[in-house]
Structure formats: C-alpha cells, structure tokens
C-alpha cells in the first residue's frame, strides 16, 4: 500500500533471476524520484540491461524530454510517467511526439475514494483530484502508449486484486495495452488475465509465494501469459 517498504536485496540481482526464469518484462521505480525531483535509476539501468535481455521499463521523477532521454540513452525501453503527467498533462504529448507512443507508458496509482478510484500522486501519498478513468482516458488520447494500473489499497498486500477497479477499466474499453498490479497471488492470475493484457507481480515473487513458471502454468490456457515483475 506504498507505506512501509521493505528491503529485499540488491534489485539487480532480483531482475537478472525473473529475467532467466521467464519474465516478459521488468518494472523498475524510484519510489522517492518525485519526492526529490530525480531519478537515480541509471546505474542499475546500465547494468541490468547488458544482461537482462527482456524489455525494461523504467519510472519515477520523470519530468521533461531530457531525463527521459538519458533514462533511454542507459538502456530502458520504456517510460512509466505518473506524478509529472498529472501535473502537467502535455508531458505526454512531448513525449510520445519525442519517443513514440510505444515508449510512454502511463502508470496509474489508483486509490479507492468515494465508491470510485482516485489517481494518486508521489508513490500513492498526495490525491491528485482527478478520476482514474477520465484520467487514462485524457492520457492515452494524448499518446500514451501503454497504461499500467497500480492498486495502492492493494499493493503490496498479497491478499487479492483489486477485480472491481479491473472490471471499470475494461468497461472504458481502453484501446492500449492495460496492465494490472497490485495484490495479485498465483490463484487470481486467471482472473486477471481475463480482463487485462498483463499483470505486473511484485511482492508475490519476492516472497517466493509462486514462481513465473508458476503463474505461466495457471495462464496457458488464456490468451494472456505475460508476465511483468515490478
């Protein structure tokens, strides 16, 4: 729930064993990017890139086209904008005019609020004021290539995703890939899946709760199986 963090390890490690095990993408985020208004993600960029051969996706402190270049120029694929798009919505016009849609991804820390979902800014602490569904909405008319849904009541928790907030966004009909985290454990997968186009899986990995072959074996009779270890 975006309070509480823990320390695991060295992240480079983790991504080079889910990178070897079958991850189809990895999720990296500095959860204090915002906070201080940088992101210090580009040594662990570099490294994981030279030997984690699967798309890497990289947020937190994003706010203009320079830093999003040197977060690329270090081997990211691809950008997860959240707190400076709010802020300043035609960040993603720059952007994906800059990069290409395929290269922004929205990420959207959603918090229940009022018997609707509010997006949340810096690492799910400061409400925003705007609706998640008219936000992704605005942000994928204006070029957002991809749209990564965070359940902060969720997050973390390792007790269920949130079926109802996946349920709403499929119902906006979002013409991008969307893709779900929070919550998700080896036997809501199929659940998932049916009404996403990939599921990011974090605390239920680093637990060892399940492994990605896992989660493939629950998937293989869908049409999702992609795996993104956040």
């Avoid at 490690?13 to 990296?28: I, M, Q």
């Avoid at 985020?29 to 993600?41: E, I």
């Avoid at 035609?90 to 991804?105: E, T």
Wanted: glycine share 12%; charged share 20%.
């Amino acid at each position: 729930q975006f309070e509480g963090l823990r320390v695991l390890g060295e992240p480079g490690a983790f991504a080079a064993r889910y990178a070897a095990s079958g991850a189809d993408e990895l999720l990296y985020f500095d959860s204090v990017a915002s906070l201080y208004g940088r992101n210090q993600l580009t040594r662990l960029i570099e490294a994981t890139s030279a030997e984690a051969f699967v798309p890497l996706t990289v947020g937190g402190g994003i706010g203009n086209v320079e830093m999003a270049t040197e977060i690329l120029r270090t081997g990211a694929d691809k950008l997860a904008v959240n707190t400076a798009a709010l802020r300043c919505p035609p960040l993603i016009n720059a952007l994906a005019a800059k990069f290409g849609s395929q290269a922004v991804c929205l990420s959207v820390e959603a918090k229940r609020v009022n018997g609707g979902w509010e997006a949340m800014t810096e690492g799910g602490r400061i409400p925003s004021g705007r609706s998640v569904l008219t936000w992704i909405a605005e942000a994928v008319e204006r070029g957002a290539g991809e749209v990564l849904v965070t359940s902060v009541d969720c997050d973390g928790t390792r007790s269920g995703p949130d079926l109802d907030l996946i349920a709403a966004i499929g119902a906006i009909d979002v013409p991008v890939p969307f893709v779900y985290c929070g919550g998700i454990r080896l036997q809501d997968v199929e659940k998932v899946a049916r009404h996403t186009d990939g599921m990011a899986v974090g605390a239920a990995l680093h637990y060892g709760d399940c492994t990605i072959a896992d989660i493939k074996a629950k998937l293989a009779a869908t049409q999702t199986i992609r795996i993104d270890i956040v």
